[in-house]
């Protein structure tokens, strides 16, 4: 069974103006796509056929480049998606507002954190919001296409919010501005989705 590019659950132009149509498009389109199929090209015959993403991803050995590359640009771009709504913005609630609170002492502070772990992401990378043990919660960064799923990345736990910093995520609209996209995904983050990610993995 084939690994599939899925549909975004909204509209090209649905996250406007924080996330223009073009880069939607062509993200979703042709570098999720991308990571989809040589996804598939390169476990095609081999063990992790017919497994899960998660269960490849937690397994997996990081010198195979091919898979922790696209299969990390697999994963990451579906839960990219779902954690953004043009309906977005706000704040959590519920546990996972009390969990920030916990981890970070307040949702303003959290949300300073995870920016900067955005902004400062040397080159691409993804930001993540993870869930651990006992329903903890921690900010951590990675390189590339990496993410705290697989072994041995420094940043350990469930993703269950992730912002792409690589370039092709914000560059025709914001240029080298980095910090004012990461200060326009607030206006976008789906919350709901991401609180019941919290509840699935506590």
């Not at 909204?10 to 999720?32: G, N, Q, R, S, V």
């Not at 056929?49 to 299969?71: F, H, Q």
Request: charged residues 25%; negative net charge; glycine residues 8%.
């Amino acid at each position: 069974m084939s690994f599939e590019l899925p549909k975004l659950p909204y509209a090209f132009d649905a996250l406007e103006p924080h996330i223009d149509a073009k880069t939607m498009e062509i993200h979703h389109d042709k570098h999720h796509q991308g990571y989809t199929d040589k996804l598939n090209d390169a476990i095609q015959g081999t063990e992790m056929e017919g497994k899960t993403i998660e269960n490849i991803l937690t397994n997996l050995d990081m010198e195979n480049k091919a898979v922790r590359n696209n299969g990390g640009g697999y994963y990451n771009h579906n839960l990219f998606w779902q954690v953004m709504s043009p309906n977005g913005g706000g704040k959590p609630s519920g546990d996972l507002a009390k969990a920030i609170e916990s981890a970070f002492g307040s949702f303003d502070a959290f949300k300073e954190k995870f920016s900067e772990a955005a902004k400062t992401q040397f080159g691409s990378g993804w930001a993540w919001l993870c869930v651990q043990d006992e329903g903890k919660v921690e900010i951590c960064s990675t390189p590339n296409q990496d993410n705290p799923l697989m072994p041995n990345v420094g940043c350990e736990g469930t993703p269950i919010l992730g912002l792409d910093v690589w370039e092709h995520a914000y560059y025709l609209k914001y240029q080298n501005k980095r910090p004012d996209y990461v200060g326009a995904f607030w206006n976008v983050i789906n919350w709901e989705e991401v609180s019941a990610r919290y509840a699935a993995n506590k």
